[in-house]
């Protein structure tokens, strides 16, 4: 999906406003506010949002069925139109979710190293605000308010581009979040949008340098490479999750089956979810009629090589594709390996760089997978699911990293800082 398509004109209540550079130009000016917010007063706004969030929630409900039912109309997929979606229970989450940014430790101003030279002059490095964060997101109006939260909490402004398939979720949103700011006594500039704008609300972000900071890319691959390829202000890289499992010939058949079930079913359209499952050779007949039978019973299509065809019924013939698919869906596709070696290569070859996870009992296999795999998150008997800001203990996230640069993994506050260096001297000079 190109920024083209993700950046068709929406209505705006603040269309009437200047183009795209006044709102990063606003944006800029209330970052310098927001980061001299106290933690109480952060703490204070983000509780304020909670509530106004709480009350509006037949307004985000009643706005939120507009967009699904336009998707649904415009054959957007199912995984999208499940990511889309808000209802009371999910509203509910939003706040709940705001609450959780606001409990945590705010990182402005920790200390994170420091000494003293031998001049004398102290020296400190500690977190300051990037000053703007850009989002272009697609259909997660959950984002919106994600990134708004961990934005203001870390003491920056945000610029949001939420793309037309939320366009009237993210519209209510943001009013209800600016409107909050302004009876939290915090400018309503902290939080803006580009969506009124279209391909130039995009392009604008993409190429803000001076304004906007860091720009993340949350969505498909071809969203996050049209970024990456496009923006001349700092990105960071979120990526796609291809995500695998291993089974190693040691593992419980209990843990396999329940763990890759979750890691599918639990919620199959985002990025954490297993899509493809290796098995060790010597575990195959043990292992993967259970796997796939329990995979199946939940409405699971498995896709698989000639040996899982030979273990299990129902299964469809995988091809080259599907090593290197995100279904996003309830499909999976299995493969049987030689060794250890043998996944670890797949998983070389075809990995995203997301999540993986070894089910064994075997120790110095689960060292080997833990220091030798090269991704964000690798596991040992665990759902991939776990890969998640929330249940890292962030609250909400900004989004799963799949760079190697600042930030990696589920970001949360400290990712949205960046640092100085204060210097304290008593007239010392260079010589």
Not at 44 to 70: K, S, T, W
Not at 178 to 198: K, M, P
Not at 220 to 225: F, K, N, Q, V
């Amino acid at each position: 999906m190109s920024v083209d398509t993700l950046t068709a004109p929406v209505e705006s209540a603040r269309a009437e406003t200047g183009g795209p550079q006044e709102r990063l130009t606003l944006a800029k000016e209330a970052s310098r506010a927001t980061a001299q917010l106290t933690s109480d007063a952060k703490a204070h706004a983000l509780e304020a949002i909670a509530q106004a969030i709480e009350a509006g929630a037949d307004r985000i409900i009643a706005a939120n069925a507009d967009d699904v039912a336009r998707g649904d109309a415009g054959g957007i997929g199912s995984a999208l139109i499940d990511r889309l979606r808000l209802d009371e229970k999910r509203v509910a989450a939003l706040a709940s979710a705001v609450r959780e940014v606001a409990a945590l430790a705010d990182p402005v101003g920790q200390v994170i190293g420091g000494h003293r030279m031998p001049n004398g002059v102290a020296l400190q490095q500690v977190r300051v605000p990037f000053g703007v964060v850009g989002a272009i997101y697609e259909a997660r109006p959950n984002v919106t308010v994600d990134i708004a939260a961990l934005a203001l909490r870390s003491g920056n402004a945000v610029v949001l581009r939420g793309g037309s398939a939320a366009r009237a979720s993210n519209t209510v949103l943001v009013e209800i979040m600016r409107a909050a700011l302004t009876g939290a006594g915090v400018t309503a500039e902290a939080i803006q949008t580009v969506d009124d704008f279209g391909r130039d609300g995009a392009k604008a972000l993409m190429h803000g340098r001076g304004f906007i900071d860091v720009l993340i890319p949350r969505g498909s691959a071809s969203l996050i490479e049209t970024v990456v390829t496009e923006s001349t202000v700092p990105v960071i890289e979120t990526g796609a999750g291809v995500v695998h499992i291993v089974l190693d010939e040691t593992a419980p058949a209990d843990w396999a089956t329940d763990i890759v079930v979750n890691a599918k079913i639990q919620r199959p359209s985002v990025c954490n979810a297993v899509e493809t499952v290796l098995v060790h050779r010597q575990a195959a007949s043990r292992l993967i009629p259970l796997v796939a039978s329990a995979l199946q019973s939940e409405g699971v299509a498995v896709h698989g090589d000639d040996v899982v065809a030979g273990l299990a019924s129902n299964v469809i013939p995988a091809t080259e594709e599907d090593w290197a698919t995100e279904y996003l869906s309830l499909e999976i596709a299995i493969k049987v390996v030689d060794s250890l070696d043998d996944a670890l290569a797949h998983i070389r070859r075809y990995s995203t760089g997301h999540t993986e996870s070894i089910i064994t009992t075997d120790t110095r296999n689960a060292e080997r997978f833990l220091a030798e795999v090269d991704s964000a998150v690798v596991m040992v008997n665990a759902s991939t699911r776990f890969t998640d800001g929330a249940e890292f203990g962030f609250g909400a996230e900004v989004g799963i990293s799949t760079q190697k640069l600042h930030a990696r993994g589920p970001m949360g506050l400290s990712e949205l800082t960046s640092t100085k260096w204060l210097a304290r001297g008593a007239g010392q000079t260079r010589g």
